[in-house]
């Protein structure tokens, strides 16, 4: 069997082989979802929303999952609460390649959360897994994942 090698194929190969050069231009930003990442958010129920932070594979392993947490607190602190429940979680890892070895392309946390200004453990749990339900700080997660995120041009961490 003879594999095409398409312009997206070679686009795709440009940006992984591109090396620290590219990185700057390829690697997932914090901000609103682009074509190389970013958040997305949606109120699913009153007071309930589901965050999801996108990332790509120059951005590193856990900057997705840091994307939807900054963006959980910067948007519940916006709504005026101290702290927010994460009552379900679910993230997805992409890796490519034939065979061995494989590389890290990609990240995705998808995250429900309500604002609270009580730092007690969530009584309800949507996760299928306790232990991935939890309270967090809004002042806490900002401070500690702010550092850690590449913001976009003319764009800093939330105060």
């Not at 686009?11 to 591109?18: H, K, N, S, Y």
């Not at 990185?23 to 997932?28: D, V």
Request: net charge positive.
């Amino acid at each position: 069997m003879t594999r095409r090698f398409t312009p997206a194929l070679a686009l795709a190969a440009a940006l992984l082989l591109g090396g620290c050069a590219g990185r700057a231009f390829t690697a997932t930003t914090y901000g609103p979802q682009a074509l190389f990442g970013g958040y997305q958010e949606k109120e699913i129920e009153p007071g309930i929303w589901r965050i999801t932070g996108n990332s790509n594979g120059p951005a590193g392993e856990g900057f997705g999952r840091n994307v939807a947490l900054y963006r959980a607190a910067e948007l519940i602190k916006g709504k005026g609460f101290s702290h927010f429940q994460v009552l379900d979680q679910q993230g997805k890892t992409t890796m490519i390649g034939y065979g061995a070895p494989t590389s890290f392309a990609g990240e995705t946390m998808k995250l429900t959360v309500r604002g609270v200004n009580d730092p007690a453990e969530p009584l309800v749990c949507r996760a299928k897994v306790p232990d991935h339900c939890a309270t967090l700080s809004v002042e806490t997660v900002m401070t500690t994942i702010g550092p850690q995120l590449a913001f976009r041009k003319n764009q800093g961490p939330a105060r």
